[in-house]
């Protein structure tokens, strides 16, 4: 989907409004692939992740950024979708697509106003991730996914999600964030104990 600028600032800023609800509706591309019933959208990701940051301890995090960042962090995909390693597009491409979403909402949508230019900076750093913030907020992007798989093998019997936890959970970095992981595995480890035993 291309967007080209009407020149009036109050129609393109609602087309930006209005893009924004294919994030609510668009479900998350890990799910779909292995059959998920319903599975959650972009926001609910991005919306918990925003709640997850609120929750840490670490004060030497700009929270109030932390937040910001989990809820622009997968903005890019209300225009490109929720691009998977499945689809066989290069990480560059990727990269690539989103950028350019970006460009559009920032430029031909939000011309370029305050509000667009802290969006795109709050995007830029989080791919960047050369702050702790942004660190952070991949670190709680990584978590939370592997919350959700925890929950989707807690409502469907039989479910297995490895895979979900493989590229996760051995990737976190941050050590608030790596103790609520091995929490969340002693959960699981609980949840599967119990099955077996039953």
Same mark, same amino acid.
């Given at each position: 989907?291309?967007?080209?600028?009407?020149?009036?600032?109050?129609?393109?800023?609602?087309?930006?409004?209005?893009?924004?609800?294919?994030?609510?509706?668009?479900?998350?591309?890990?799910?779909?692939?292995?059959?998920?019933?319903?599975?959650?959208?972009?926001?609910?990701?991005?919306?918990?992740?925003?709640?997850?940051?609120?929750?840490?301890?670490?004060?030497?995090?700009?929270?109030?950024?932390?937040?910001?960042?989990?809820?622009?962090?997968?903005?890019?995909?209300?225009?490109?979708?929720?691009?998977?390693?499945?689809?066989?597009?290069?990480?560059?491409?990727?990269?690539?697509?989103?950028?350019?979403?970006?460009?559009? $909402? #920032?430029? @031909?949508?939000?011309?370029?106003?305050? +509000?667009? !230019?802290?969006? *795109?900076?709050?995007?830029?750093?989080?791919?960047?991730?050369?702050?702790?913030?942004?660190? $952070? #907020?991949? @670190?709680?992007?990584?978590?939370?996914? +592997?919350? !959700?798989?925890? *929950?989707?093998?807690?409502?469907?019997?039989?479910?297995?999600?490895?895979?979900?936890?493989?590229?996760?959970?051995?990737?976190?970095?941050?050590?608030?964030?790596?103790?609520?992981?091995?929490?969340?595995?002693?959960?699981?480890?609980?949840?599967?104990?119990?099955?077996?035993?039953?």
């Amino acid at each position: 989907m291309s967007y080209s600028s009407t020149g009036n600032p109050s129609i393109d800023r609602l087309a930006f409004f209005h893009i924004l609800e294919s994030l609510k509706i668009q479900k998350r591309t890990g799910w779909v692939n292995n059959n998920i019933p319903n599975p959650e959208s972009i926001s609910d990701h991005m919306h918990r992740m925003a709640v997850l940051a609120m929750c840490t301890t670490d004060s030497k995090l700009d929270v109030a950024k932390c937040v910001m960042l989990s809820v622009v962090h997968d903005l890019a995909e209300a225009q490109v979708g929720d691009i998977a390693p499945s689809h066989g597009i290069s990480k560059e491409e990727k990269s690539r697509l989103e950028s350019e979403a970006i460009h559009t $909402f #920032v430029h @031909d949508m939000l011309h370029n106003s305050p +509000a667009a !230019q802290r969006i *795109e900076a709050l995007w830029k750093e989080y791919e960047d991730r050369e702050t702790p913030e942004a660190r $952070f #907020v991949k @670190d709680l992007d990584r978590f939370e996914m +592997a919350t !959700q798989a925890l *929950e989707y093998e807690r409502l469907l019997d039989g479910a297995r999600l490895q895979p979900f936890y493989d590229s996760s959970i051995p990737y976190i970095e941050h050590p608030e964030v790596q103790e609520w992981g091995k929490d969340l595995l002693a959960e699981r480890g609980r949840l599967f104990d119990t099955r077996t035993s039953s």
